[in-house]
């Protein structure tokens, strides 16, 4: 059973950087994973993936400030947060595909993927 545990996030000023990983079990072969967020009385939103061949995606407001990283070998995926600002305060999810979508096609889209994690909280004050 595919199973993924976020970790990082927490609490941090304006201006200052967080990252998060992913630990992804219970699975082989390679999937597109990516991030979403979900602030509070809002839709979630896709934030980044990254698909079987390493190719990173990223919303265009969030580019220059979010990287989508992943190291293949540890099944984690990571996302490293720079220049944080206060609307970026929101609950992050990790999520997976299955194999047959690894190319990471639509990876905006909440329902392309089929494996999601707990989330993790990022808070950013002003």
């Known amino acids: 059973q595919v199973q993924l545990v976020e970790s990082g996030g927490g609490s941090v000023q304006a201006g200052g950087s967080l990252s998060l990983s992913c630990a992804a079990t219970?699975?082989?072969?390679?999937?597109?994973m990516g991030w979403f967020r979900q602030a509070p009385g809002k839709e979630r939103e896709g934030v980044a993936a990254?698909?079987?061949?390493?190719?990173?995606r990223c919303a265009d407001s969030l580019k220059g400030r979010f990287t989508i990283s992943k190291d293949s070998a540890k099944n984690t995926l990571y996302l490293q947060m720079n220049g944080l600002k206060p609307e970026d305060t929101a609950m992050y999810y990790c999520?997976?595909?299955?194999?047959?979508?690894?190319?990471?096609?639509?990876?905006?889209?909440?329902?392309?993927?089929?494996?999601w994690g707990q989330g993790a909280q990022v808070t950013v004050s002003s």
């Open positions: 999520a997976a595909t299955t194999i047959s979508r690894s190319s990471c096609g639509s990876w905006y889209l909440g329902s392309t993927f089929a494996y």
């Open positions: 990254i698909d079987r061949d390493g190719r990173p």
């Open positions: 219970g699975y082989t072969g390679t999937r597109c």
